[in-house]
């Protein structure tokens, strides 16, 4: 729980400040959730999904300051959170999935990414980013159901889908590059993902107000 983790290129020891970049970009996340926590009033969906993205800011900025066994909770409860909450808007929203629906596809995806991580974990040269394969897999699954329905929406789901695995590449070579890149690239991967997760809310919060409209 309190051992350091060095998982990272730009840690080279296990002092407090020894990821300044990599702690300083997850800011990108608290921005984000600012700019969209203006641009979603009157969205409590919206607005949940901007409190939570800047919860993920701040314990990947505690996780990568203090690297140990509790502040790697901190880091991954929040983006599990938010892909639960997203999933949910996602499923009743999009979907117009009704009653306990939408709350059965929550419950589903825990199943769905016990199949889909080990699948793709087969393929070594990504590592621990493994792990998050199922949410791109996931939006453009949401990307081809609405592709007809809400060609717009789908439009925006299939920007996020592209910035995320852009972002993962990023992501998935920090140590690879390590010994040419000092700094390393996980950094980038903060950047990129924190205006993914920006642009999901967007494209959820568009969606609504579309449909608030057709229905005025």
Known sequence: MWDTIDAYCERTSATLWAEPVNA??????ILAAWVMW????????????????????????LYHIFANGLTASLDVAPILIFILIYVFAAARDFLGLQGWRPWAMVAGFVPY????????????VLGSSAA???VPVLIVGFTV??????????????????????????RTIDMPVCAGFPLGTHFIWHLLNAAMLEVMIEVYCRHLRAAQGKGS
Not at 24 to 29: D, E, K, P, R, Y
Not at 39 to 61: E, F, K, N
Request: charged residues 5%; aromatic residues 10%; contains cysteine.
């Open 24 to 29: 300083i970009t997850n800011l990108a996340f």
């Open 38 to 61: 203006r641009r979603s009033a009157g969205l409590p969906v919206a607005r949940a999904l901007c409190v939570v993205l800047a919860t993920i800011g701040v314990g990947s900025g």
């Open 113 to 124: 990414a016990a199949v889909i991580v080990p699948l793709f974990s087969t393929l070594r």
């Open 132 to 134: 998050y394969a199922p």
């Open 145 to 170: 159901v609405l592709w007809h329905k809400a060609p717009a929406t789908a439009w925006g789901l299939a920007l996020g889908a592209a910035i995320f695995i852009v972002s993962l590449i990023f």
